[in-house]
């Protein structure tokens, strides 16, 4: 039914940045919300930052200052920049949406496939 396109993973050194693209396709009514999480080996997946269809946003500690969530209502898009990264920010980062699904206006979340963030020393 929907489909998230996830990029901008990859290797980089501590202090570096990464920009995270995300893009929403296939059969649904409206966006609600888009965000980002991530999972580290041997841990729970864990929130790093949201924004609503109206540009409300928020952030785990550990990343705010940091991180910067924007979107792209037209494009049915959300970006994640990442700045200024620590070895703990290593990852696979997936990507949310919740969107209301033709007809029945029911809400529904939907996972990317994640993309994977390593931050070395």
């Known amino acids: 039914q929907v489909q998230l396109v996830e990029s901008g993973g990859g290797l980089v050194q501590a202090g570096g940045s990464l920009r995270l693209s995300c893009a929403a396709s296939g059969r649904f009514f409206s966006i609600d919300a888009m965000g980002w999480y991530r999972q580290a080996t041997g841990k729970q997946r864990e929130l790093v930052a949201t924004?609503?269809?109206?540009?409300?946003?928020n952030y785990a500690d550990s990343v705010k200052g940091r991180f910067t969530i924007s979107g792209d209502n037209a494009k049915n898009t959300v970006y994640l920049q990442m700045n200024s990264l620590k070895p703990e920010d290593t990852a696979v980062y997936y990507c949310?949406?919740?969107?209301?699904?033709?007809?029945?206006?029911?809400?529904?979340?939907?996972w990317g496939q994640g993309t994977q963030v390593t931050v070395s020393s």
């Open positions: 924004i609503t269809r109206g540009g409300s946003t």
């Open positions: 949310l949406v919740r969107v209301r699904v033709p007809t029945t206006y029911l809400a529904s979340d939907y």
